[in-house]
């Protein structure tokens, strides 16, 4: 088997979508349940439960659902909504320290206690939960990409599938170049995403992101 | 009329009784220093009152009357997100009148501070700027909790002397939890001090009646401290 570029670009768009996905849905679940701290902090053992689930068992479940090029993403997707929905709650929950507790006295504390607390801090948990979620989805692709290895969405299995065939085949040379590209991809996603996050930051709060 | 007034208070936390049976109150324009040993339960006493007033939480035995109260703990005070300047921004501190503080702004050193970001600010530079924005919010009654244990001396006599030039000018409430004895003396009209038998002493201040500014920052200066401090005033 021969690694081809279009096999790289085919596993980060899964990679891409699934983070995507699997983030914003993450953002958008613990924003509409923002106001409910009960549900929020009750939910967290929930999001702990399906975060141990294994991977693997999570891929042989996706591929009894369905093959489809969807499920690829929506298992990725699946892994990396927990370390993000998992943050970002924690970082609205954690509430009453002194900062709070002072910004809760003024007369027009709800607007700030929204938009100059609970909406950063938030964010700056949202963020490093991105950041953790990143790498989970490079450790998922392989996973997602073994789903139903026959059915080839894009008419490509991936590099995921790739490395997985080249090594079962003994290619060994094949298998652990594309392990080294995985890696560089992480180091690369990691790397952009600090920087985009600053330049994030930024726009949305005119300040330096906090260290 | 007293701002806060305890009535046969119990501090208790955790089902831990740290203060019983506390009967205090604090009226408009008076200074009172709560100190007494580590762990008694000073800073915990302090952040319930402000938890009391701004949730209306463990509030039972506890009045406030109506009036603005902020609250200075121990640990962040503005934004860790933000320069000074947008912290202050953001309390609803404008241009217009942080400009009425210009001389509070030199007698705590903190010009040159409003832009830095937060991760910039040493631990005194935070406190400066955490009194200073309260002080132009103009409440009737802050709760600090150790307001400037990181200030070397000469720095922290400054600040205290703001303090109370602006406490005695505004009728300002202060409820100061330190162990800090230049603030304790200085600026007190009460001392409160907790005891590990759960009990609260009060006790006017008369140790430095009489003694104005000047002379208190001469007598903190002189004798066996006169050259450290000399060497250290010389920034």
């Not at chain 1, 990725?76 to 970082?91: D, E, N």
């Not at chain 2, 602006?166 to 409430?173: G, M, Q, V």
Request: glycine fraction near 8%; charged fraction near 20%.
């Amino acid at each position: 088997m021969d690694l081809e570029l279009q096999d790289v670009f085919i596993t980060f768009f899964r990679w891409f979508f699934g983070v995507l996905i699997g983030a914003g849905l993450a953002l958008g679940w613990v924003l509409v349940s923002a106001k409910n701290r009960k549900l929020l902090s009750s939910s967290l053992f929930i999001y702990s439960f399906f975060r141990a689930l294994p991977i693997l068992g999570m891929s042989v479940l996706f591929a009894r659902i369905s093959i489809s090029e969807m499920s690829k993403i929506l298992l990725i997707s699946w892994a990396c909504f927990f370390p993000v929905v998992i943050a970002t709650a924690r970082g609205i929950m954690k509430e009453k320290d002194d900062l709070y507790r002072r910004i809760s006295l003024l007369p027009s504390s709800t607007k700030v206690v929204y938009r100059h607390y609970l909406i950063p801090q938030a964010f700056v948990h949202f963020l490093s939960g991105v950041e953790i979620s990143l790498g989970i989805g490079w450790l998922t692709v392989m996973a997602a990409e073994i789903i139903g290895t026959q059915n080839r969405g894009w008419n490509r299995g991936g590099l995921g599938e790739l490395v997985y065939i080249s090594i079962e085949n003994g290619a060994w040379g094949v298998g652990i170049f594309g392990l080294v590209i995985f890696g560089l991809l992480g180091v690369a996603s990691a790397w952009l995403w600090r920087r985009f996050s600053k330049y994030l930051w930024k726009v949305l709060f005119k300040s330096e992101l906090p260290s | 009329m007293s701002l806060i007034e305890l009535t046969n208070y119990n501090l208790v936390i955790e089902n831990t009784s740290l203060l019983e049976n506390l009967n205090l109150s604090i009226s408009p324009g008076e200074t009172v220093c709560f100190t007494g040993p580590s762990g008694v339960g000073k800073s915990t006493l302090l952040r319930n009152l402000a938890n009391a007033k701004a949730f209306s939480e463990g509030g039972l035995g506890i009045t406030f009357t109506e009036h603005k109260c902020d609250f200075l703990g121990q640990t962040e005070n503005i934004f860790p997100w933000y320069t000074a300047r947008q912290s202050l921004t953001s309390l609803g501190i404008n241009e217009q009148s942080l400009s009425k503080y210009n001389d509070l702004v030199e007698e705590f050193e903190i010009a040159a501070l409003f832009d830095k970001n937060y991760s910039m600010l040493s631990g005194g530079e935070k406190q400066r700027i955490s009194v200073f924005s309260s002080l132009c919010l103009e409440p009737d009654l802050i709760l600090i909790d150790e307001p400037f244990s990181a200030l070397d001396v000469p720095l922290k006599l400054k600040c205290i002397r703001g303090l109370k030039q602006i406490s005695k000018d505004r009728e300002l409430a202060l409820l100061i939890v330190s162990h800090d004895l230049d603030i304790i003396t200085y600026l007190s009209d009460y001392i409160w001090i907790a005891k590990q038998d759960k009990t609260v002493s009060v006790h006017k201040n008369d140790y430095i009646c009489g003694i104005d500014t000047d002379e208190f920052l001469e007598l903190r200066s002189s004798g066996i401290y006169k050259n450290i401090i000399a060497a250290i005033s010389h920034r």
